[in-house]
């Protein structure tokens, strides 16, 4: 589980905008359709680990299982 402190304060790297957590999976953002994983608890926000979703049935499942990071 990422602390919620931290996911309060972590936005993309690449367009600076929030992101959706998909609790022990990834931090998604919607508008790019990019995942950033997360290994044992922790975010790997580099752009180039994160994974292109194209998929539209997975894109829909990450925002539809993801909750909002606080703010």
Known sequence: MVDSKL????????????LVYVAGECLYNP?????YPIVDDIPVLLI???VAVTDDAEH???VSSGQAAPR
């Open 7 to 18: 996911l309060s304060i972590l936005v993309c790297p690449q367009d600076r905008g929030p």
């Open 48 to 50: 180039d680990e994160a």
């Open 31 to 35: 508008r790019l359709r990019r995942a």
């Open 60 to 62: 829909d499942r990450l």
